[in-house]
């Protein structure tokens, strides 16, 4: 490497994966006042926290692998929670190992709580509408004893759809892991400095909850509800190149092809529709893809529809209000955290998180008695305490 600002050289070793050591870079200096080169990364673009054998992706190509089986292949032929337990432990479990390990799930015995959230999630949901919570069923799959305990009302001999119970596990699957996304980062960094499961599992959610992860197929589903038809399609793609109309479940941080859990959620959207019945803004969802892909100004900015643009839509056909939809994505992504937590217990370079700064601010400049101080106008503005309007009511009542 050579330092644009002295001319110096240096060599900094290459890993096989393709990595250098950030702490590698701090003998480029300019002099002995400084500390040394740091990466600016922003949003971590370009960084690797963490050594990971749980999940690989290649945007690029569209690839997305759990423990090396591509996703395509576990939606079609596995169940969540044999999926949970590769992921979990490595491997898929044997025929004896997966029995003893859904007994263990129905009865809540000892497995990772994490995985026992659809109970916590039906007790929400049915508070929710107003209803009395409803205790699992030992006889379900784990998709059918969440859809039994919205449902059932009650009444113990009640069983959902198979065929909804099979699609909202293959939803489960293609939700349950992503690498190092913005959640799956909050829990290892909370699992960094040591605590409890249930504290990284409470902050990854916490993440989750933001409107920019989790709640990105509540924004699909608003942004084809505002386009309407088929016919304003042509106009919302102009507002979009103009910077006028945002494009909500297209492009992706990581993904420059068809993400491809979302081929899956696709096909399977038909699946649903065929019990439920078809929802309208299918057709403009199909339209707009189909516009979109055509349309050089998508094609070179390699902008492709990803795993939100279809799922919205399906949640929304079985039934499921918008605001429950972060917690259908917290239910299946628990296994991809508990994977990672327990990941970074075993993992030898695990350091508490301790992320460096490029400072920005004033850099030197000593204390004022505070008679003497002179604020400008401009610091004035800024050090303003803001004041609620609940406040400003209160204040304006006699006596207070």
């Known amino acids: 490497m050579v330092d644009e600002r002295t001319g ?22 300019t002099g002995k006042d400084d500390k040394g080169l740091k990466l600016y990364d ?25 423990r090396g089986y591509p996703i395509e292949e576990l ?19 044997s025929e004896a190992q997966l029995a003893d390990w859904e007994f ?5 015995s000892a497995v990772p709580q994490g995985i026992l959230a659809p109970t916590i999630a039906a007790a929400a949901y049915l508070r929710m509408a107003g209803r009395p919570p409803v205790l699992p069923s030992s006889n379900l799959s784990y998709s059918e004893n969440f859809l039994y305990m919205l449902d059932s009302l009650g009444n113990r001999s009640y069983k959902p759809n198979p065929r909804l119970a099979r699609a909202l596990d293959i939803l489960f699957i293609l939700h349950a892991e992503h690498e190092m996304n913005c959640s799956t980062a909050a829990a290892r960094h909370l699992a960094s400095s040591g605590v409890d499961v249930y504290t990284a599992l409470a902050g990854a959610v916490g993440a989750l909850y933001g409107p920019l992860h989790g709640g990105a197929n509540e924004a699909v589903l608003k942004m ?4 309407g038809s088929i016919d304003n399609i042509p106009d919302f793609i ?22 491809p859990r979302a081929k899956v959620i696709k096909k399977l959207a038909e699946e649903v529709f065929s019990i439920v019945g078809r929802d309208p803004l299918i057709e403009v969802a199909i339209a707009l893809e189909k516009a979109a892909l055509s349309d050089e100004y998508f094609v070179k900015r390699k902008l492709y529809p990803n795993v939100d643009f279809y799922s919205g839509l399906i949640y929304r056909a079985m039934g499921f209000p918008t605001e429950f939809f972060p917690v259908l994505f917290a239910i299946p992504r628990m296994a991809g955290y508990l994977s990672h937590w327990r990941e970074s217990l075993d993992d030898p370079d ?39 309007n609940a406040t400003r009511r209160r204040l304006a009542g006699s006596g207070a």
């Open 8 to 29: 110096k050289r240096y060599q900094v070793q290459v890993s096989e994966e393709g990595t250098i050591r950030a702490t590698d870079l701090k003998k480029i200096t």
């Open 42 to 66: 922003p949003g971590y673009l370009n960084t690797a926290p963490v050594r990971s054998s749980i999940c690989y992706i290649d945007g690029d190509e569209g690839i997305l692998r759990y």
């Open 75 to 93: 939606a079609d032929g596995s169940s969540f929670l044999e999926v949970a337990y590769l992921l979990m432990y490595g491997n898929l479990p």
């Open 104 to 108: 263990a799930v129905s009865q809540h």
């Open 224 to 227: 084809l509800s505002e386009i």
């Open 238 to 259: 102009e507002g979009v190149k103009n910077r006028k109309r945002k494009m909500s479940g297209f492009g992706h941080r990581v993904y420059k092809n068809y993400d």
């Open 350 to 388: 695990t350091k508490i998180m301790r992320p460096a700064q490029v400072y920005t601010g004033v850099w030197l400049r000593h204390y004022m008695p505070l008679k003497e101080r002179m604020i400008t106008k401009a610091e004035d503005k800024l050090g303003q305490v803001s004041v609620s």
